[in-house]
């Protein structure tokens, strides 16, 4: 609670310093279209309230994102919360698909010395290709492969961003027990199974969420890039695309503040989510 | 048919030599541990070309290893071209505008720990959120050359090196600090000789994640305008008139772009935290 105080008022400098900005930005549109000399005054105003600024003030985003959350139908194409549904769920499915692979190749790096050697330096290079190289083309094989829509390409895409994270931490958390663990679950002459189950695996959950909350954000950066370059019209990600388009900054800056929104959300779910499960399991001191 | 049947002999052969070699005694020393990963990615790379080529797969799904190479060989000229705009001059100058930016705004902050406590949380936030959403903006404020990729970078690097920078130079015990009080070392002093040496590990720590983080950030950047150049421009329209031994040449060339930038900067890190535990094994 202690931190409340200085996050408030760094936010306030943010907000101030965005407003200072918007008024320095947007002048020269103000003052080439004026016919005289203005006063200060008169282009700040000016300034607060053009419809196409180079930088919107907040007050205007927050206009324009209250207009499409709250005062929009939700199953309208101009709500918000419609595309913002549309890019929570690809990012669930990215996030489940990336969740399980990223766990499979964990285990099969723990329990097998050739496939850890093999695996293991492809998945470091894996990460060091830009994905958005792949997306378009993710997407344009899957078209010509007969499956329609977004939805999966879109999935893959985050999927992609979001194992890496898990399998690191999965890697880490299956190695944490240590020797004389193990060497206790092979007096009790533990199977394999049973080892994992009762010893590999829970001591891998510390280290599975903590991942887990890198990776849901990753995954959500994999959507909103998988909506960015490969003309969707639904989903945050097209929002944005869309309003460049049409040359419309503060549809994209309310696009912009819902993902923020989601991003803050989903953390926050998978934290709560931590503090429940190592609670229950005796984690927590 | 025969094709698809080497592809699967390949498969089995590949295994085989991979799992004997990872058996053998001598699998930790430095060859064993390039030949696997080698072993698996030629294997990988023969299956493919066996599996498209034994199959019929259309070059507009899949085309060839052999015929992306050959695209390759082709157009290295273009490729370099793409290479400097993209790579060269949206990411790396982004990069190092932005890492150095974070760092010495880490140092401001840490000088009032009220500004610490307000600013990592929402550092940390911000580090979370998908921020490849601004490229439009930017690419609207910067016009469509290069610069407007490199403010990308910036942004997109800023906040997970700062929030790295943050969290090293609080990575010393009070005890280190207590000792450096005792020599009576002023603020500059004990900031030189033991917070940032100490802060070392988390500086590269976020250096790293910034690699993959710039490229991604520049190509992302081209698919709002760019010159008639630049990786993402090239993939975008390759896409477009499906060329896609061109856009698997780009890819090609972005992996090796990525893997050799994180290459270097381990390789930098392996030489100023050689003291790390990490380091030594």
């Given at each position: 609670?202690?931190?409340?105080?200085?996050?408030?008022?760094?936010?306030?400098?943010?907000?101030?310093?965005?407003?200072?900005?918007?008024?320095?930005?947007?002048?020269?549109?103000?003052?080439?279209?004026?016919?005289?000399?203005?006063?200060?005054?008169?282009?700040?105003?000016?300034?607060?309230?053009?419809?196409?600024?180079?930088?919107?003030?907040?007050?205007?985003?927050?206009?324009?994102?209250?207009?499409?959350?709250?005062?929009?139908?939700?199953?309208?194409?101009?709500?918000?919360?419609?595309?913002?549904?549309?890019?929570?769920?690809?990012?669930?499915?990215?996030?489940?698909?990336?969740?399980?692979?990223?766990?499979?190749?964990?285990?099969?790096?723990?329990?097998?010395?050739?496939?850890?050697?093999?695996?293991?330096?492809?998945?470091?290079?894996?990460?060091?290709?830009?994905?958005?190289?792949?997306?378009?083309?993710?997407?344009?094989?899957?078209?010509?492969?007969?499956?329609?829509?977004?939805?999966?390409?879109?999935?893959?895409?985050?999927?992609?961003?979001?194992?890496?994270?898990?399998?690191?931490?999965?890697?880490?958390?299956?190695?944490?027990?240590?020797?004389?663990?193990?060497?206790?679950?092979?007096?009790?002459?533990?199977?394999?199974?049973?080892?994992?189950?009762?010893?590999?695996?829970?001591?891998?959950?510390?280290?599975?969420?903590?991942?887990?909350?890198?990776?849901?954000?990753?995954?959500?950066?994999?959507?909103?890039?998988?909506?960015?370059?490969?003309?969707?019209?639904?989903?945050?990600?097209?929002?944005?695309?869309?309003?460049?388009?049409?040359?419309?900054?503060?549809?994209?800056?309310?696009?912009?503040?819902?993902?923020?929104?989601?991003?803050?959300?989903?953390?926050?779910?998978?934290?709560?989510?931590?503090?429940?499960?190592?609670?229950?399991?005796?984690?927590?001191? | 048919?025969?094709?698809?049947?080497?592809?699967?002999?390949?498969?089995?052969?590949?295994?085989?030599?991979?799992?004997?070699?990872?058996?053998?005694?001598?699998?930790?020393?430095m060859p064993a541990r390039i030949a696997v990963p080698v072993i698996f990615g030629i294997m990988v790379?023969?299956?493919?070309?066996?599996?498209?080529?034994?199959?019929?797969?259309?070059?507009?799904?899949?085309?060839?290893?052999?015929?992306?190479?050959?695209?390759?060989?082709?157009?290295?000229?273009?490729?370099?071209?793409?290479?400097?705009?993209?790579?060269?001059?949206?990411?790396?100058?982004?990069?190092?505008?932005?890492?150095?930016?974070?760092?010495?705004?880490?140092?401001?902050?840490?000088?009032?720990?009220?500004?610490?406590?307000?600013?990592?949380?929402?550092?940390?936030?911000?580090?979370?959120?998908?921020?490849?959403?601004?490229?439009?903006?930017?690419?609207?404020?910067?016009?469509?050359?290069?610069?407007?990729?490199?403010?990308?970078?910036?942004?997109?690097?800023?906040?997970?090196?700062?929030?790295?920078?943050?969290?090293?130079?609080?990575?010393?015990?009070?005890?280190?600090?207590?000792?450096?009080?005792?020599?009576?070392?002023?603020?500059?002093?004990?900031?030189?000789?033991?917070?940032?040496?100490?802060?070392?590990?988390?500086?590269?720590?976020?250096?790293?994640?910034?690699?993959?983080?710039?490229?991604?950030?520049?190509?992302?950047?081209?698919?709002?305008?760019?010159?008639?150049?630049?990786?993402?421009?090239?993939?975008?329209?390759?896409?477009?008139?499906?060329?896609?031994?061109?856009?698997?040449?780009?890819?090609?060339?972005?992996?090796?772009?990525?893997?050799?930038?994180?290459?270097?900067?381990?390789?930098?890190?392996?030489?100023?935290?050689?003291?790390?535990?990490?380091?030594?094994?």
């Amino acid at each position: 609670m202690r931190n409340v105080l200085p996050v408030l008022t760094v936010l306030l400098v943010i907000v101030g310093i965005w407003y200072a900005a918007a008024i320095w930005m947007n002048s020269a549109w103000t003052i080439d279209r004026a016919d005289g000399p203005l006063t200060f005054s008169e282009i700040v105003s000016d300034t607060m309230s053009q419809d196409r600024p180079r930088l919107p003030a907040p007050h205007q985003v927050w206009a324009e994102f209250q207009k499409t959350v709250f005062d929009t139908k939700v199953t309208s194409k101009r709500s918000l919360v419609f595309h913002g549904w549309i890019t929570l769920s690809s990012t669930l499915a990215g996030f489940a698909l990336g969740t399980v692979t990223g766990i499979l190749m964990a285990v099969g790096i723990v329990y097998s010395r050739p496939v850890s050697m093999s695996l293991m330096p492809w998945a470091i290079i894996s990460q060091t290709i830009p994905i958005v190289a792949l997306a378009p083309m993710i997407i344009v094989v899957l078209a010509s492969l007969g499956v329609d829509g977004r939805a999966v390409p879109k999935a893959i895409i985050s999927a992609y961003l979001c194992y890496f994270p898990v399998l690191v931490g999965m890697v880490k958390g299956l190695k944490s027990p240590d020797a004389m663990q193990l060497d206790l679950m092979k007096t009790w002459s533990a199977t394999g199974w049973q080892s994992f189950w009762r010893l590999r695996f829970p001591s891998s959950v510390p280290y599975l969420f903590t991942s887990l909350k890198v990776g849901i954000a990753a995954a959500l950066v994999g959507t909103i890039v998988g909506e960015l370059p490969t003309g969707a019209v639904r989903g945050l990600g097209a929002r944005i695309l869309i309003g460049d388009q049409f040359g419309n900054p503060m549809m994209i800056w309310s696009a912009l503040i819902a993902a923020a929104v989601l991003a803050g959300v989903l953390v926050t779910v998978v934290s709560v989510m931590q503090t429940v499960a190592m609670k229950r399991m005796g984690f927590a001191r | 048919m025969e094709l698809v049947i080497l592809a699967f002999v390949v498969w089995a052969a590949g295994t085989f030599v991979a799992v004997q070699i990872a058996r053998s005694p001598g699998h930790d020393a430095m060859p064993a541990r390039i030949a696997v990963p080698v072993i698996f990615g030629i294997m990988v790379l023969a299956m493919w070309e066996l599996l498209v080529t034994g199959l019929n797969v259309s070059q507009v799904i899949l085309p060839a290893p052999s015929v992306i190479a050959s695209t390759f060989a082709r157009s290295t000229s273009t490729l370099w071209g793409d290479f400097l705009q993209t790579a060269l001059k949206g990411g790396v100058s982004g990069y190092l505008i932005g890492c150095s930016a974070a760092v010495a705004a880490a140092l401001a902050i840490d000088r009032v720990p009220f500004l610490q406590r307000g600013l990592l949380p929402i550092g940390n936030f911000v580090a979370a959120l998908p921020i490849v959403g601004i490229a439009p903006i930017l690419v609207g404020w910067f016009g469509f050359d290069w610069q407007s990729k490199a403010a990308v970078v910036v942004v997109m690097v800023f906040f997970p090196m700062l929030v790295n920078t943050v969290q090293g130079l609080a990575d010393t015990t009070a005890m280190q600090r207590d000792l450096m009080k005792t020599y009576s070392a002023g603020y500059w002093q004990s900031l030189l000789k033991l917070r940032l040496p100490a802060a070392m590990p988390f500086i590269f720590n976020g250096l790293k994640i910034s690699t993959t983080l710039a490229l991604i950030g520049a190509i992302v950047a081209e698919y709002f305008g760019s010159p008639t150049r630049g990786m993402g421009f090239r993939i975008s329209t390759e896409v477009g008139r499906l060329g896609l031994d061109m856009v698997w040449a780009e890819i090609t060339v972005a992996a090796i772009a990525g893997s050799v930038f994180y290459g270097l900067v381990a390789l930098i890190e392996r030489g100023v935290t050689f003291w790390h535990p990490s380091q030594r094994s």
